[in-house]
Every structure is written in structure tokens, then in C-alpha cells.
């Protein structure tokens, strides 16, 4: 069964700082997604990483995969408080089954 | 582009009831996944749909949810008889699938609260 574990579970970081979420999960695959969730919103996407060594960025996140090690990475950098929300890396199976991990809920505070 | 349309929002019953919810998803979209998102945890698949088949319900308590997805467009899930810890976030989703790409989007969710 694919296990799709996320560290830290809860981050709290001062604005200005940086910081890295690592998502590690537990079977082959080379797609792997990043969400955002506000309270008591729905799921955004953020990153779509289709192969080994890809790398996105979008304003102060940046997300890798490194499908050898099973592990992807989002990068914070120069936190702002606008970047307070639960973060879930989502593991995708050979039959699309998409698998989320456990989440990490960052705030940043001044 | 319309998004994934659920409904209801909110929902509250009383355990041992029944409940269902609705999904609409984007137009073109061949996979669609229903996910139950317990308060504080990630979401947790419970079925999912390729046009009108199911790919994977094997987490789907069948005793009591069941899911349909008529001529691969909407998807209803229902609950009978449902319990205390049925309470959460019930959030469908779809994607193109395969070959396009399974990025999921995810609609606003039915909030069930079981009392």
C-alpha cells in the first residue's frame, strides 16, 4: 500500500525566514502534486511535477522531485504571513489513484 | 471554465439517517475521485471513477457508502446508515486522466456533520 508521509506536521515560522516541507513516499512514481488548503476551504493546486528532477516556482515556492529517493520538496522562501495554510503533497499511482499525505500546516508570524 | 460543483454545502443529520451528496465535475473530465477529509487529517480516497467504472473502492466502508457515476458525467455518494464518526469533509474531485495529466481539481466539499 502507497504511504505518503510529510515533515514537519506543523511548522511555525517567522516572516522573512526560510524553510523546507519534505514529502516522502513509499512506491515508484514520477507525479507528484502539491495542494494548499485554507481553513475550511477546498484544495488549490499549487505544483504539478511530471518527471525526476523537476523543479517549479511560483512567487516564494519552489517544489522539486527526486523520484530515486522518493521525495519531493517545497521550499519557503522569505515566509509571509500569506503563506499561512496547510500544505499536502499528493502521490499519483499507475491507475491515477492519487494519494495524499499527512499535511503540513505552516504560520507565519511576524 | 466551471470548476467541480458539489452539493450540498452543509449537512447535518442524526446518526443512523441516510445522506447524499452530489458532484458535477469539469466538462471533459474522465476521472473522478470522492475523498473524505476528517478534520485535521489529509484527505483519505474512497472511490474513484474512470468515465463509468470504478478503478478503486477499496476503501469505501460498502456497508453503508455507495457511489455512482451516471454516463460518466455526475457522481452521487451516499451514506445509510450513517455514524458519529462519518463526520467530515466529503470533497470530489476530477482530472483528465492518463496520458493528460492527473492533475485533480477539487470542489468547495459538503461539510456532514453527524450528531
Known amino acids: 500500500e502507497l504511504k505518503v508521509e510529510q515533515n514537519p506536521l506543523f511548522l511555525s515560522m517567522q516572516e522573512g525566514k526560510n524553510y523546507t516541507i519534505y514529502c516522502n513516499y513509499s512506491?515508484?512514481?514520477?507525479?507528484l502534486y502539491w495542494y494548499r488548503q485554507d481553513p475550511g476551504k477546498s484544495l488549490e493546486s499549487l505544483f504539478v511535477l511530471l518527471s525526476n528532477g523537476a523543479v517549479k516556482q511560483e512567487g516564494r515556492l519552489m517544489a522539486s522531485l527526486d523520484t530515486k529517493a522518493r521525495l519531493s520538496t517545497l521550499h519557503i522562501t522569505a515566509a509571509v504571513h500569506d503563506l499561512s495554510a496547510t500544505y499536502f503533497c499528493?502521490?499519483?499511482?499507475?491507475?491515477?489513484?492519487?494519494?495524499f499525505g499527512t499535511g503540513t500546516r505552516l504560520q507565519v508570524f511576524p | 471554465e466551471a470548476g467541480v460543483a458539489q452539493s450540498p454545502r452543509y449537512k447535518i443529520i442524526e446518526k443512523r439517517q441516510s445522506v447524499a451528496f452530489w458532484c458535477n465535475p469539469i466538462?471533459?473530465?474522465?476521472?473522478l475521485y470522492w475523498y473524505q477529509q476528517i478534520l485535521g487529517q489529509g484527505p483519505k480516497l474512497l472511490i474513484q471513477f474512470q468515465n463509468n467504472g470504478v478503478v478503486d473502492d477499496s476503501q469505501l466502508p460498502k456497508d453503508r457508502f455507495s457511489a455512482e457515476r451516471l454516463k460518466g458525467v455526475d457522481s452521487t455518494l451516499k451514506i445509510q446508515p450513517a455514524k458519529l464518526e462519518d463526520s467530515a469533509v466529503y470533497l470530489c474531485?476530477?482530472?483528465?486522466?492518463?496520458?493528460?495529466?492527473?492533475?485533480?481539481?477539487f470542489g468547495q466539499g459538503t461539510r456532514l456533520t453527524v450528531v
Open positions: 512506491t515508484t512514481s514520477d507525479r
Open positions: 499528493a502521490v499519483d499511482t499507475i491507475t491515477d489513484k492519487l494519494i
Open positions: 466538462s471533459g473530465h474522465a476521472t
Open positions: 474531485a476530477s482530472s483528465l486522466g492518463d496520458t493528460w495529466g492527473t492533475e485533480a481539481f
